[in-house]
């Protein structure tokens, strides 16, 4: 749902509650400006953003240091864990 920045100050008690059921984008001089929604919906985005985020960190570490990395993947493959036949898991 779009609504200019007048409609939004005239009526902000309609576009909480419609922000509840969907994005709310208010709109200045004709352009997009700002979004309105609720909570939840702002929640789910927080937390889809850290699981990117974890998951970058480990592609920018692995492309850091990708030698080294390839190369201990190498040597478990090749030699297996030190003490792994003691390790309960």
Known sequence: MNVTATEAKNRFGQ?????????????KAGRPH??????EQYEALLQQR????AAN???????????????????V???GVFGEEWRPW
């Open 15 to 27: 576009l909480l509650e419609q922000a509840q059921r969907q994005p709310v984008v208010i709109e």
């Open 57 to 75: 960190a480990g592609k920018r570490f692995y492309a850091q240091y990708k030698e080294w990395v390839d190369e201990q993947n190498r040597r």
């Open 77 to 79: 493959e090749t030699h």
């Open 34 to 39: 700002s979004v309105v929604l609720s909570v």
């Open 50 to 53: 850290q699981r990117g985020s």
